[in-house]
């Protein structure tokens, strides 16, 4: 969907930059866009990303600084060189999932919940499909 926006917000400018037109045609196009702009739906929705990015604006810094203090904080833990460098790459990892989870993203942990969940609905399937007396194709 977001490849799709962007491909036709691309090619509207390119157009409106690249038009042989002229002024007029340049100025319809401008009317065109303000309508729609400026439609409830379109600002209804320009509000929820304005309100999303606000809201993990602040809690994206919070999470990178403390995933920061983490990582240095298991690099000087006592033991070997290689025990230090394991610990501050899974830290690291830790901290990068912190950080996507904040931004609204999904990291490694929230896909292994994505996973399980369809999992489990795949075992609802062969449940029901046991139950039926119908033999699953396939298992989780």
């Known amino acids: 969907m977001k490849g799709k926006?962007?491909?036709v917000v691309g090619l509207g400018v390119g157009y409106v930059l690249g038009s042989?037109?002229?002024r007029e045609r340049y100025?319809?196009?401008k009317t065109q866009w303000?309508?729609?702009?400026?439609?409830d739906p379109v600002q209804q929705q320009v509000t929820r990303v304005q309100d999303f990015a606000k809201e993990k604006a602040a809690a994206v810094p919070q999470a990178l600084w403390d995933g920061a203090v983490?990582?240095?904080?298991s690099a000087s833990a006592p033991g070997t060189p290689g025990q230090k460098l394991d610990s501050a790459i899974d830290t690291a990892k830790d901290a990068a999932d912190d950080v996507s989870d904040a931004a609204g993203g999904?990291?490694?942990g929230c896909q292994a919940g994505r996973?399980?969940?369809?999992c489990r609905q795949e075992q609802g399937r062969l449940t029901w499909s046991a139950a039926?007396?119908?033999?699953?194709?396939t298992a989780c």
């Open 106 to 108: 999904c990291g490694e």
């Open 34 to 39: 303000l309508k729609v702009w400026n439609l």
């Open 5 to 7: 926006i962007g491909l």
């Open 132 to 137: 039926t007396g119908t033999a699953p194709t």
């Open 70 to 73: 983490r990582v240095v904080r």
């Open 27 to 29: 100025e319809q196009i």
């Open 20 to 22: 042989r037109a002229g």
């Open 115 to 118: 996973a399980e969940e369809a």
